[in-house]
C-alpha cells in the first residue's frame, strides 16, 4: 500500500494539482485585496461613501455590558451578536466575479497560445483489408 501511495504521489498530475491549489490560493489572496482595497472603496466613493463591509441587519440582542459603536459590523460580530452582513455577502460576490473573469482571460489566452491540433490524416486500410484485397485479386485471376 506504501509503494503504491508513492507512485501515486510520484504522478505529475498530483503535484500539477498540489501546484495549482498553492498558486491558486495566493491569486485568491491578491483578488481579495484587489477587491477590498482598491475595487470596493471606489466604488462605495461613486455611491456617497457607502462601505458595503458596514452593510448589515442585526438579528439578535447586543450583550449587556458592550460598549462598542452599535454600527461596527466587524465589533458587533466579535461580540457575538448575530447578524446578517450582506454587506460582506456583496463584497465577495463581486472578489468572486473578478477571480472568475480573470481566470476565463487566462484559460482563453492559454487556448489561443496552445498549438492547434492539426487534422491527422486519413489512415490507410487496414492490413486486414489489404490481404482480403489481395485474396480477391488473387482469385480473380
Known amino acids: 500500500m506504501l509503494n503504491e501511495f508513492k507512485a501515486f504521489i510520484a504522478k505529475g498530475n498530483v503535484l500539477d494539482l498540489a501546484v495549482a491549489v498553492i498558486i491558486g490560493g495566493a491569486f485568491g489572496t491578491i483578488v ?4 477590498q482595497d482598491v475595487i470596493m472603496p471606489v466604488v462605495g ?3 456617497g461613501g457607502l462601505d458595503f463591509s458596514s452593510l448589515f ?3 439578535g440582542a447586543v450583550p449587556e455590558g458592550y460598549a462598542g459603536s452599535m454600527t461596527d459590523y466587524a465589533a458587533l460580530k466579535e461580540a457575538g451578536v448575530p447578524m446578517l452582513g450582506y454587506g460582506a455577502f456583496i463584497t465577495a460576490a463581486i472578489n468572486f466575479l473578478i477571480l472568475a473573469f480573470i481566470i476565463f482571460l487566462l484559460v482563453r489566452m492559454a487556448n489561443r ?3 492547434k491540433k492539426e487534422d491527422a490524416p486519413a489512415a490507410g486500410p487496414s492490413e486486414e483489408v489489404l490481404l482480403l484485397r489481395e485474396i ?6
Not at 481579495?32 to 477587491?35: D, G, N
Not at 480477391?136 to 485471376?141: A, C, G, H, T, Y
Request: aromatic share 6%; glycine share 0%.
Open 136 to 141: 480477391r485479386d488473387s482469385l480473380k485471376k
Open 113 to 115: 497560445l496552445a498549438p
Open 57 to 59: 441587519i442585526r438579528l
Open 32 to 35: 481579495t485585496s484587489l477587491t
Open 45 to 47: 466613493a461613486i455611491f
